[in-house]
């Protein structure tokens, strides 16, 4: 079976200061794994996605993740916040064998104070 | 193109009502799905299709019919609401069962029972 934890439920950081989301993730085999973010009142947007190519994945927005093998881990970074990254961040995990289904975490929130 | 929509969005049901959530997608994509999102969770699949005239339980299919008779459409129904169906539920499509694509999501449906 497949599952992902995140590990922080709210993260608050100063605008123009660095962003962390961590991810850990558990999957048997090679997975597939993406952040959404989901803007209040919005639909989810990819922000980016691992598909076993580079293990450093840049995606929109200045954001980029790290796939750790070795640390079962995905986690999200950008170099300096900005207000309109305000917003719910989901880690993602899915099997190629599970059709394509999605395995979400329990989401970030992430604040910006100016 | 629109590319996901979904209608209403907002709906409060009395308990023992039913309704039916509509989704339309203009991607002409294979697969839909239909999740919930619980406060504070993230999304766990209800239904999904992978083409017209197919469709499979997900995670959490009780309470919940689907049909898929073109395309384009994936309605989602409510038969008997309950208070446990309160939740955001958001429609999904994507081209293909390749994981490394994307599912689009729509802007979802806020949905109260009481």
């Known amino acids: 079976a497949q599952s992902v934890t995140q590990l922080d439920s709210h993260v608050s950081v100063s605008e123009g200061t660095p962003v962390l989301l961590r991810c850990n993730y558990s999957s048997s085999y090679s997975p597939s794994l993406f952040w959404y973010v989901q803007h209040p009142n919005k639909g989810l947007q990819l922000l980016l996605k691992y598909t076993s190519a580079a293990t450093l994945v840049k995606g929109i927005n200045g954001f980029e993740a790290e796939f750790k093998k070795s640390e079962t881990s995905f986690h999200l970074t950008k170099p300096s916040a900005h207000m309109s990254d305000a917003a719910e961040y989901f880690c993602v995990v899915t099997l190629e064998d599970a059709g394509n289904m999605l395995t979400f975490g329990g989401g970030t929130r992430l604040m910006v104070k100016p | 193109n629109a590319g996901v929509t979904q209608t209403p969005k907002f709906r409060i049901l009395k308990i023992g009502q039913s309704m039916t959530l509509q989704c339309t997608q203009d991607?002409?994509?294979?697969?839909m799905y239909w999740y919930r999102q619980d406060p504070g969770m993230g999304l766990k699949l209800i239904y999904y299709?992978?083409?017209?005239?197919?469709?499979d339980k997900g995670e959490v299919p009780n309470g919940y019919n689907v049909s898929r008779s073109t395309t384009e459409d994936f309605p989602l129904r409510l038969e008997l609401a309950a208070p446990s169906q309160t939740s955001v539920y958001f429609c999904?499509?994507?081209?293909?069962?390749?994981?490394?694509?994307?599912?689009?999501f729509g802007p979802g449906t806020r949905l109260t029972v009481t």
């Open positions: 299709s992978v083409g017209a005239g197919i469709t």
């Open positions: 999904a499509s994507s081209l293909v069962r390749d994981p490394s694509y994307e599912q689009y």
């Open positions: 991607m002409n994509h294979n697969y």
